[in-house]
């Protein structure tokens, strides 16, 4: 990306750390809203229903952290960049489970969950376009899909789309067989599979027009992108 003097220079360290932030913000307003939530997110939170002995943050980054073992088994090499992005879903781990503490004590009213599904749609598909110029490797979830797609040479979609269907069937089974019915999947799990790529691209060229972004503490790292939450 062109840094252009007309435009300020944002760091994009920061830019990682705000999108990390919003985005775990905006997977537990969709989760609270009981609209359903990300197909990526789901997997992790059918896990702490199943097992809640560990938080859902914690499930996160341990479904996170397997995605980033099966990227070095495939690729069969080490990459610093996957060590990266597994520190980065660490901490995205913990900001869940930070905004599951205070989310869970607000009201539940018809019009409130629907106004906390909009929030996080919009908290996601911000955080998630913002992370996409942080210059810097990102969340695994993210990160498998593209990284899936280079390693074995075929189209992204081609991996996203299995993707996201094993982790939605993952949910639904994990959920029936555990607490009787399907849980984390909802109208909202629809909206969210056929609109979210293009509230990303909106706010992506919204931020394109305001701002660049570079390194400013890590210098020399590769550019790393996003598809989707």
Known sequence: MKEEKSKPVLAGELLLVIGVFLDAMGIVFML?????????????????????ALTQGTWMYLFQGALVMILFLVGRKLNWSYLFSFVVGFFFGIAVDFHKMWIET????????????????AAVSFSVALMNRCLLPIIPADLFSREMSRILQVPYMRV????????????????????GRPQGIGVGTVIAAFTLGKAIAWFGERMD???????????GSKKGNAESA
């Not at 609270?32 to 809640?52: D, E, I, R, W």
């Not at 607000?106 to 749609?121: D, K």
């Not at 027009?209 to 210098?219: A, C, I, N, S």
Request: aromatic share 20%; with cysteine; net charge positive.
């Open 32 to 52: 609270y809203s009981g609209a359903g939530m990300t197909a990526g997110a789901s997997v992790s939170y059918a896990l702490f229903l199943a097992f809640p």
């Open 106 to 121: 607000l009201p539940t009213g018809f019009a409130f969950r629907v106004a906390y599904f909009l929030l996080g749609f």
């Open 160 to 179: 996203r789309l299995p993707q996201d269907i094993t982790c939605l069937s993952v949910t639904l089974f994990l959920t029936v067989v555990f607490t």
């Open 209 to 219: 027009r305001r701002f660049t972004t570079r390194l400013v503490w890590l210098r």
